[in-house]
């Protein structure tokens, strides 16, 4: 117990030097690539929709390194808000790209119907290259990942009714599970659907308005031209999504780094570690304000070079340490009574949850609470409500894509390899569109070969 509560001090002090390191690298990374257009911007500039993060981001590190302690109450406030509206943001983009997977699936599949094609398509032959493809792994792991794709891309030929049985199974799952991952769940179901709810403001307009005509557009009228045209502007919006995506990515790197810097640095600073990379952070940050305000000026190189000398052969032994000392940290939290609550527990593991790998973990604490029937029967109604409601006066061919997405959310529904075999031939032989056929065999063929 003693060695466990000893270790919260040098852990701290570890933080701190890592989240040091770990500015200093994630902004020159962000700053170099805003310049050199990386995040899909023009190269200097931001995007309309993004501007304002990484100024704000750069305007509080400034203040912060010009005012030290004095700033630090200020920041922290800052900084947390700043988290809190890229998490926000992330969830935005990740709803506009399940509503354009939805479109893509459609698209791509009538893309095959405007083929010619000299070889008649075998239902037989292509399930029996599929499920040599599907089993040739050893691995079970392997093998249920697998079979996932093939029920995510393959025709979906099952009945809405049972469809929505095995959802309701696949939840019942989550029975003997504490809320959180009943919750985590719905998630990726309403998110595989793409039914979350999407944002109503002025940010990602553009995104809006394609879908918008997505929606208003008829696929089953389209022409070959007309099918081609709409899957460039997809595959435009995707490609602008993921850009959103890696830009919002690097900018919480940031946040999560600097922001475990003003939490520890007042009673646990690595003052070797911060004096190295100070003066490179305060550069970083000064060349990041002239980008902003369109002056070409040049990046203290001379600044860097020591803090880049001194993190080379650090990094990865810091991490090791601060991993063992965790794991002394959790344990002395689960039995010291309070220690939660406590000013010195709540910097400790809120500086924990900053370092973690998951980039956009919840920072707030919450007690485990465990599922009861009732939670359970409501949470599963609902969402099937949702769908439900979702997918009424759609067409079948946008109805089949949201249960295509979905059903490689469940878990495999599958007892036996013949039961594989089955589902195969049924959904190759219920499909009366070839040229879907084709589109999806060929799509789940890339996948399961890694294209």
Known sequence: MKSEKNAIAPLCKAYDSLAWMNLTAHLYNLTEGIRDGQFGMEKGGLSKEL?????????????????????????????????????????????????????????NRLEYSFRQEDKPFDDEEEARDLLRTIFASKDPTEVNLRIQMMVSQLPVRLT?????????????????????????????????????????????????????????????????????????????????????????????????????VALLDSDSADEETKGLMLPAVGAI???????????????RESALAPAFAYMEGRLEPLSERVLKDEAKIDAYSEREEGFRESEEGQRVLLAKKLMST????????????????????????????????????????????????VLKELPVFFNSHTEVMNYVLQSLHNCSNEGEKRGAVAMLKNLLRGE
Request: net charge negative.
């Open 51 to 107: 501007d304002g993060i990484y100024g704000r981001l750069i305007t509080e590190i400034r203040d912060y390194l010009e005012r030290g302690d004095a700033a630090r109450e200020s920041v922290l406030s800052a900084v947390a808000k700043l988290r809190a509206e890229v998490v926000n943001r992330s969830e935005q983009v990740q709803v506009f790209t399940d509503s354009l997977q939805i479109y893509e699936y459609i698209l």
């Open 285 to 299: 940050a000064e060349f990041g304000l002239s980008l902003l305000a369109g002056r070409q000026e040049e990046l």
């Open 358 to 405: 998951s980039s956009f973990a919840r920072l707030t604490e919450e007690s485990i609470v465990m599922v009861d029937r009732e939670r359970l029967e409501e949470v599963t109604k609902e969402v099937m409500g949702i769908l439900e409601r979702g997918m009424e006066g759609r067409s079948k061919a946008y109805n089949r894509s949201i249960m295509a997405s």
């Open 160 to 260: 809405k009714k049972r469809f929505f049985d095995l959802l309701k199974d696949s939840f019942s799952i989550y029975g003997n599970s504490d809320v959180d991952a009943l919750l985590g769940f719905r998630y990726r179901i309403l998110s595989a659907a793409a039914m979350q709810e999407e944002p109503t403001d002025s940010v990602f307009a553009d995104y809006r308005k394609i879908l918008s005509a997505l929606t208003a557009a008829d696929a089953a009228g389209m022409d070959a031209d007309s099918c081609k045209e709409w899957q460039e502007h997809i595959a435009d919006s995707a490609d602008a999504l993921s850009s959103d995506a890696d830009y919002l990515l690097a900018v919480q790197e940031c946040i999560n780094a600097f922001y475990t």
